[in-house]
């Protein structure tokens, strides 16, 4: 399948300051990249959605200004935790959904292997 | 999208086939079945998808019932490495719609 990265793969920060997560689709073009987050024990969460070019689409109760996305090309997606405090730890996995670059369905949808954000 | 409902936690013995089932009774015609897996700690793999017609690839099978009401994803011969949590999701075939994963099945894989 496709491969997705994510940069870096694991963070520590102090409470208050701002973390930037990259999110980059290697070998296909992605239009349409997601962001979830995942704490301890429970499920992937859906954060929003980013379409390059425009503005994200956030999930209800995801505050569109602490967590800022910028999708600024077929194959990079940002999310930015900004102010980041300790009840943001978690972790952060990106996804980016097939359209063109190589043989395939855009039904398929391939994951990035995540990001540890730990903030203290 | 519809919901789905799978049991918490199986297990399996190495060497044997993982049947993983997943009821999906309300699916509508033009929703799509998906699995994926999440190997702790890492991003969710995708393994396979279909329609209606049972469907086979490297890693996995996929069979759907003729009612479309239910599925089963089979791991041939389960190694410890497919120890994971396995995902059934339904969406339409649309490049617009999301993935929501619910909580999925926990497979442990033991010798």
């Known amino acids: 399948g496709a491969v997705v990265s994510q940069h870096p793969s694991r963070v520590i920060c102090k409470s208050g300051t701002s973390v930037k997560i990259e999110c980059r689709s290697l070998?296909?073009?992605?239009?349409?990249m997601f962001w979830y987050r995942q704490f301890p024990k429970q499920s992937l969460m859906l954060m929003a959605t980013s379409n390059e070019g425009s503005k994200a689409t956030y999930e209800q109760g995801v505050e569109k200004d602490k967590f800022l996305i910028n999708h600024a090309s077929l194959t990079l997606s940002t999310l930015t935790v900004t102010s980041a405090h300790p009840e943001d730890s978690s972790f952060y996995i990106c996804?980016?959904?097939?359209?063109?670059?190589?043989?395939?369905?855009?039904?398929?949808?391939?994951f990035g292997p995540g990001t540890r954000l730990t903030v203290l | 999208d519809a919901k789905t409902t799978q049991p918490t936690s199986m297990d399996c013995a190495e060497g044997r086939a993982a049947n993983l089932p997943c009821n999906h009774s309300t699916i509508s015609g033009n929703e799509y079945v998906y699995w994926y897996r999440q190997i702790h700690s890492q991003g969710p793999q995708y393994i396979i998808h279909g329609l209606k017609n049972n469907e086979t690839n490297e890693m996995a099978s996929l069979i759907i019932t003729e009612d479309r009401k239910s599925s089963t994803l089979i791991l041939p011969h389960a190694t410890l490495r497919d120890t994971a949590v396995y995902y059934c999701i339904v969406r339409v075939s649309d490049p617009a719609s999301k993935l929501t994963f619910g909580t999925g099945t926990r497979l442990q894989v033991t010798l």
């Open positions: 070998d296909f073009q992605a239009t349409t």
């Open positions: 996804s980016a959904r097939w359209t063109s670059g190589r043989g395939g369905s855009y039904n398929e949808q391939f």
